[in-house]
Structures are given as structure tokens and as C-alpha cells.
């Protein structure tokens, strides 16, 4: 994966945001007030994922633009189900309603703090091999070698932890 091309804050934001319009529109397709469990996996999982999008594309901003997506999203979210809504609207749908803004930045938020993790520890697991060149030979040794393996010569102690190759 090259994210390293897409690392602009402003398209990660934008394509976070424009998955979670898109999601919001297939969730609420059906009436908020016939909330059944699809939709309220649905609802977790727009958040989660467009959080997790805007981390991904984009690592060094990713708890910031999660959260910024999410609020972005659940307002979508609210405004399309508010003009949907029947005129009689019970007091928990608009309770609901209000909750959506907060929860969604939130989640967005974690998702992107997850994708941000991901992408950090997917880093670290592959370190460059260090390795202790010679002084007096150039052969190549083990980071944890004391003498060269090649001619005996003692080897230089690591700096930072780490020996580069010339
Ligand atoms: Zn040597």
C-alpha cells in the first residue's frame, strides 16, 4: 500500500467524509423510527470506518481527522434522518438524534486512533537489520558480535542502537 502519496490532511478528511455521506445515505434508507440491530451496527460502523479511513490516509493527523469525520458524518447523518422525520416525533428520536453527533466523533476518533496504531506497529515489526561492519576488514557481523567473525578485530560498540553499513 502507498499511502505515503495520499498523505494530505485535507483528501483524507475529504474522503472520509464523503464514504460517511454515501453510508449515511444507505442507512438511512429505512425510517429512524424503525431502528432495528442493522441499523444500529450500521450506525457503529460508519463512524468506525470513515474514522479509520481519514487515520489511514493520513497517520501524522489521525486522532484530530477521525473526530472530525465522525461530527462531519453523524451531522449528515442527523440532518437527512430530520427531514425524514414524521411530524409527531417522540422525544427519544430527537434525544437520539442529538447523542449522534457526539458518539459519532468519538467513535470516529477510536477508529482512526486504531488505523493509526496499525499503521505504527506494522512499522516496527520490520526494523532494517543492523548490522556491525568491520573497521578492519569490512565484513559484515551481527549487531550483538564483540569481535569480527572474519579477521578477530574488536568491533565498534552500536551507537543508538544501530550500526549502518558504508
Ligand atoms: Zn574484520
Redesign the pocket.
Known sequence: MSYSKIQHRELSILVGILVGVLLDVFATSNSITNFSLIDLIIFLAIPAMTGALAGFADPDHAIGNGILVGIIAGLVYVVIDAIRLPANVETNTVLFLGLVVPIWGFIGGTGSTFAHRTLTSTELRSPEPAVKI??????S?PPDALF??????KLAQELNGRVFAR
Open positions: 568491520c573497521v578492519n576488514c569490512k565484513a557481523n569480527c567473525k572474519n579477521c578477530g578485530t
